[in-house]
């Protein structure tokens, strides 16, 4: 999941960008994102990023079948976890939040 995360960060960050990947513990969770300097998600987008086979309207100019971010919610949701996507201002970062072993 976390891979395909920084792929779509290194597919619509521009160059010259940044992406950052971090983690941490919260309370009984561990807690990954990935956070990017791209465009962004527009608003219209942000309910159905991790729909299977959407893809945003920005999404043309980019390659990929929208199952990318489906498949990240499908590995959140078997392990009880749960991802969500935010805008920065300045790009976005995409979380997946996990029950802690």
């Known amino acids: 999941a976390l ?11 521009p160059e010259g960008g ?3 990947l971090g983690c941490r513990q919260q309370e009984d969770s561990a ?3 990935v956070e990017d300097t791209g465009p962004g998600v527009s ?8 729909d299977r086979f959407y893809r945003g309207r ?12 489906a498949i990240v919610q499908a590995v959140a ?5 749960q991802v969500w996507a ?3 201002g300045q790009g976005a970062r995409f979380t997946i939040e996990l029950p802690a072993a």
Do not use: M, V
């Not at 608003?43 to 991790?50: A, I, V």
């Not at 949701?77 to 976890?81: P, S, W």
């Open 58 to 69: 920005n999404a043309a100019a980019y390659p990929g079948s929208g199952l990318g971010l």
């Open 77 to 81: 949701d078997r392990h009880n976890g």
């Open 18 to 20: 940044q992406i950052w």
């Open 86 to 88: 935010e805008n920065t």
């Open 31 to 33: 807690i990954l994102w």
């Open 43 to 50: 608003e219209e987008d942000l309910p159905h990023l991790f």
């Open 3 to 13: 891979s395909n995360l920084l792929d779509n960060a290194l597919k619509f960050t």
